[in-house]
């Protein structure tokens, strides 16, 4: 990992509310650096390998995410693991309850 800002990867299917809400949200906290993509063509940003090269750590909203990504990304993940973090596809922007969630799932990052 390289020195400066931990670098964060979220992932869903249009990136629309859930990823752009979780990289909002931890674009807060301190020493991070978060950028939100959509697995589908018609994502607001579409997952791209750069994307997948850029970041220390990878976050999906659902395990169809991960295997998407680990079928189409696999040699680029080799000391990448993906991380489910198992939030339905049941939230608008900014919702106060996924924000909540999201902020419990990375107290590190909040002081």
Known sequence: MSSGPVKLLFVCTRNRLRSPTAEAVLNQGDSVTAISAGTNHDA???LSGDL???ADRIYVMESVHKKKITRQYDALLQDK??????????????????VVKIKTMFPEFFS
Request: hydrophobic fraction near 40%; glycine fraction near 4%.
């Open 81 to 98: 693991p993906i991380r489910n973090l198992a939030i339905p596809d049941n939230y608008r922007f900014m919702d106060a309850g996924l």
């Open 44 to 46: 607001e940003t579409t």
């Open 52 to 54: 997948i090269e850029w």
